[in-house]
């Protein structure tokens, strides 16, 4: 059973930084995709960045330059560092897991808020 648990977000102010984490436990491994998803209220779940097991990166347009995805596959970590937060950025950020071999997973999502 593979699970993926967040940490890192929170309340933050307009140009402040926040680093979400996700920690992938159980069979993980194989040629695997890692990233972020957001959903705000009343919208769509939509892709914030992905990262391959060979560190190959896709940013959504509109975190291009602020976000930086990255990840530690010794210990089936996936970071998110959000800079230059903007109020847009509210939502509920998701952890993702893909592996060619072993389906997709989720984590159970963790709260950003960015507002003064």
């Known amino acids: 059973q593979v699970q993926l648990v967040e940490s890192g977000g929170g309340l933050e102010q307009p140009g402040g930084s926040l680093r979400l984490s996700c920690i992938g436990s159980g069979s993980i491994g194989g040629i695997s995709t890692m990233g972020w998803y957001r959903q705000a209220p009343g919208k769509q779940r939509e892709l914030v960045a992905t990262?391959?097991?060979?560190?190959?990166?896709n940013y959504a347009d509109s975190v291009k330059g602020r976000f930086t995805i990255s990840r530690n596959n010794a210990k089936n970590t996936v970071y998110l560092q959000m800079n230059s937060l903007k109020p847009e950025d509210t939502a509920v950020y998701y952890c993702y897991l893909y592996m060619l071999l072993g389906g997709t997973y989720w984590g159970q999502g963790t709260q950003v808020t960015v507002s003064s």
């Open positions: 990262i391959s097991s060979t560190d190959t990166t």
